[in-house]
């Protein structure tokens, strides 16, 4: 468990960039983080002199430069980070994609059907989904839980997409250990 508490303007761009940086391994430039986060390039090289104060981003200088997230950056936003980490595949709108990947899912209210939600943590940008578009996740690697549902909302400080839940299948096989 991280110590360092963000404002939630900070986990946004920490959040953006660790995205960002994921797809190319590259320093990220401000105004590429700025465009992911809908704000100006000067609030966010404010924000990065505070986030490398934090040691949670380095700079790099030169017309290649930017902007990397630390180790302690993936931990201050409690993202895993795995050499090979097992794929849950997401669909959005009925189309594979693949740059996000699916960290954790909890379900809420299963006690109530009507109420049910997931709430599907990723590492990725989840930008593109938007209310009403149709979503599933899965199947898990051990269960082979599969969730088809309805966007609901989503928090983009930490990276949640929340769904209402259509429909929930998982196999009553015995599972192949």
Known sequence: MSSIELTPSQKKILRALTNLHKETEDAIKGEDIAEQVDRNPGTIRNQMQSLKALQLVEGVPGPKGGYKPTAAAYEALEIQQM???ASVPIKHEGEEVTDIIVEEIDLSSVHHPELCRAEVHAQGSI???????????GPTPLSKLRIDGTLDGKDDTNNILILQIDEMVAPAEEPEH
């Open 83 to 85: 050499d090979e980490p």
């Open 127 to 137: 930008g593109d989904i938007h209310e009403g578009d149709s979503v599933t996740v």
